[in-house]
């Protein structure tokens, strides 16, 4: 079993920051990638921020500048630093961790948290 329990969202006036945090545990051998989506009512899920194993850091062109995204490869957590919000950050954000469970065969997967609600006020 694996789970990412994800915390941090709330409500924020614009300006404002948030940091959401999301740890991974359970069976986990290694962790390949590890980030945040999110979705917006009536938009499609899209990237927000990722690093990779090999220790780069992608961010959507969107949120560059504003958002940081760190990550604690000892507790398997991640954390978004979220500054100078905007109305249209609102959204649910989902942590993703691409990652090989104990186990044969060693197969990477996705796995997806419950996600957490981000609200921006104008």
């Known amino acids: 079993q694996v789970q990412l329990v994800e915390s941090g969202g709330g409500l924020v006036k614009a300006g404002g920051s948030l940091t959401l945090s999301c740890a991974a545990s359970g069976s986990i051998f290694s962790i390949n990638a590890m980030g945040w989506y999110r979705q917006a009512p009536g938009k499609q899920r899209e990237l927000v921020a990722v690093s990779t194993s090999g220790g780069t850091t992608n961010y959507a062109d969107s949120v560059k500048g504003r958002f940081t995204l760190a990550r604690d490869n000892a507790k398997n957590t991640v954390y978004l630093q979220m500054n100078s919000l905007l109305p249209e950050d609102t959204a649910v954000y989902y942590c993703?961790?691409?990652?090989?469970?104990?186990?044969?065969?060693?197969?990477?997967?996705?796995?997806w948290g419950k996600g957490t609600l981000v609200t921006v006020s104008s």
């Open positions: 993703n961790a691409n990652l090989v469970r104990f186990g044969w065969p060693p197969t990477p997967m996705d796995y």
